[in-house]
């Protein structure tokens, strides 16, 4: 698709929207990671429910498959990727306080911190005109 030759240049993706995405990446990865493991405890191990397990694991990978896709389109500037990276991230502080709280303070700064990382970066003016369209060539899809 060309650009008129009077429109100005598209402007360079803010160094938060790379941070915003890496995290949500590394999130996804991490949950891939709990899933493995999963599957190798579903192998070794005697399930209670096997279908609640099947379930739960089915939910994990699909949760990850989709913080993929979040961090994958933030990067690209789709608009309502902030709001799937959000929701998501105060599921994870509803995670992190209890944990912290438990007594498990490392795996509760694990998952707090890039947590807060995110909803701090996520309400900045580069990352909100990155992802509103207000570049030079808005996305249509």
Do not use: C
Not at 84 to 91: D, I, K, M, S, T
Not at 98 to 125: M, S
Not at 127 to 141: F, L, R
């Amino acid at each position: 698709m060309s650009r008129p030759q009077d429109s100005p240049a598209p402007a360079s993706r803010p160094a938060a929207v790379i941070i915003i995405s890496v995290v949500l990446v590394l999130e996804a990865l991490g949950l891939l990671g709990v899933a493995a493991w999963y599957v190798y405890n579903l192998l070794t191990a005697t399930a209670t429910s096997l279908g609640g397990a099947i379930f739960s694991l089915i939910l994990i990978v699909a949760i990850a498959v989709w913080l993929l896709v979040v961090g994958h389109f933030l990067f690209r500037g789709m608009r309502w990727t902030r709001a799937a990276a959000l929701v998501w991230q105060l599921f994870m502080i509803v995670i992190a306080v209890p944990t912290i709280q438990g007594g498990v303070v490392l795996a509760g700064l694990v998952l707090l911190l890039p947590a807060a990382a995110v909803l701090l970066l996520i309400f900045t003016k580069p990352v909100i005109a990155w992802t509103s369209g207000t570049k030079a060539e808005p996305k249509t899809y």
